[in-house]
Structure formats: C-alpha cells, structure tokens
C-alpha cells in the first residue's frame, strides 16, 4: 500500500525562525498535497504541489517526484502557526496521510 | 457557503450500541471521505463515496458501512461500536477528478465505553 513518512515528528521554533517539513512517499504518482490541522479543529488544505515549487503567502513547498519527497518551508514563523501539519498522496480517489509534524511556535 | 457539517460534535456510547455519524456538504460533491484520527497515527481512510450509492471501502473499512441517498449527505454506520472505535472522526468532500481543495468538517469525537 501506500507509505507516507513525515519528518521530524515534532518541533519547536521561537517566534520569527524558519521551519522546514519533509514529506517521503512510496509512488512516483502521487499529486501531493499539504493540510494544516489546529489544535483540536479540523484539517485545512494549504498547497497541492504534485511537482516543482509552489508558493503561497509564508509558505513554499517543493516537491521532487522522481525521488519521492516533499518539503514545506515555512518562513517567519508566527504562533498562529502552531499545529500540525500533514502531507497526503493521492492515487486516483484515495488520499493517504502522513502522520503529521506537530509544530509549536513559542512567543 | 462551501461548509462540510458533522454531527454530531460529541458522542459517548457504550460497547454493544449502533452508532451513526453523520455528514452533510453544501457544494454538491460528488466525491466523500470518511476518516479516523488517532494519536500517532494521522488519518486512516475508513470509506469513499464517488457519488448517490456509490462507495467503496478504504483502508479500514471493518467494523463499519456507509450510505450515501442524497448527493449532499453520507453517513457512517457502526453496528454494535466497539471500545477500540474511540476516535475522532473526519468527513471531508471534493469535487469528482478534482485535485483541489479537499473540505473537512469539524469532527466527531466519539467515545465507547
């Protein structure tokens, strides 16, 4: 089946500092896409970034297919951004979700 | 008003009850999802629909069934819940062949006892 391995499990910035998530999937078809889920709320979609770089407000993701892996920069952290954030693949109808990095912002 | 609705918020069963969670969208999806959310495990797919009776399973799908009569609505089923079912338990919905937006409702926390 599918794999979807995030890095690292969690994280802890001072407000200001940057921060980098990595995504490995197991397919090269993947349509990647990257949600952000507050504390105790709902998930919400960030960036579909199946390949090259993309970016939006604070945020860029590059993806490489053909080895498999995404990253999502975060720039200027704030504390708003604290949270998790997942990568998922889609094959086909089927999302599959990493198990998330869990970022905490401090003041 | 592009909204994914769950309900209900909360939930606390006893082992042995039917349990029936529900889910309603207003954008007229044809695409639905049902997930759980454990610590430490991310999502897991529990069931697709691709439209009106037209589902199929995920990635763990035991334990629990689906119906979907209404392109709006899509409802997760569980008969006799058991204690390892206490999750929470995400809706989302997209449209059909899109690789936009996916729109998740606010959850269900469920509890078996």
């Known amino acids: 089946g599918q794999q979807v391995q995030q890095s690292p499990a969690s994280l802890v910035l001072q407000e200001g500092e940057n921060a980098e998530l990595q995504c490995n999937f197991s397919?090269?078809?993947?349509?990647l896409q990257w949600f952000y889920q507050r504390p105790g709320g709902s998930l919400v979609s960030l960036l579909y970034n199946p390949s090259g770089t993309k970016h939006t407000g604070r945020l860029t993701s590059t993806t490489v297919t053909k080895e498999r892996r995404s990253s999502l920069h975060i720039s200027s952290s704030q504390t708003t951004d604290s949270g998790t954030y997942f990568c998922?693949?889609?094959?086909?109808?089927?999302?599959?979700f990493g198990t998330g990095t869990s970022l905490l912002v401090d003041p | 008003d592009m909204k994914v609705t769950q309900m209900p918020r909360y939930l606390i069963k006893r082992m042995g009850e039917n349990v029936l969670l529900e889910c309603g969208q207003d954008?007229?999806?044809?695409?639905m999802y049902w997930y759980r959310q454990d610590p430490g495990l991310g999502l897991q797919l529990i069931y697709i629909s691709y439209d009106v009776d037209s589902n199929s399973e995920g990635d763990i799908p035991k334990g629990y069934r689906v119906s979907r009569k209404k392109r709006e609505h899509f409802s997760l089923i569980l008969d006799s819940a058991k204690t390892n079912q206490t999750s929470v338990y995400f809706c989302?919905?997209?449209?059909?062949?899109?690789?936009?937006?996916?729109?998740f409702g606010h959850g269900t926390k469920l509890s078996v006892l």
């Open positions: 397919s090269t078809a993947t349509r």
């Open positions: 989302a919905s997209r449209r059909q062949f899109s690789n936009e937006r996916l729109f």
């Open positions: 998922a693949i889609n094959m086909g109808y089927k999302l599959t």
């Open positions: 954008m007229s999806h044809e695409t």
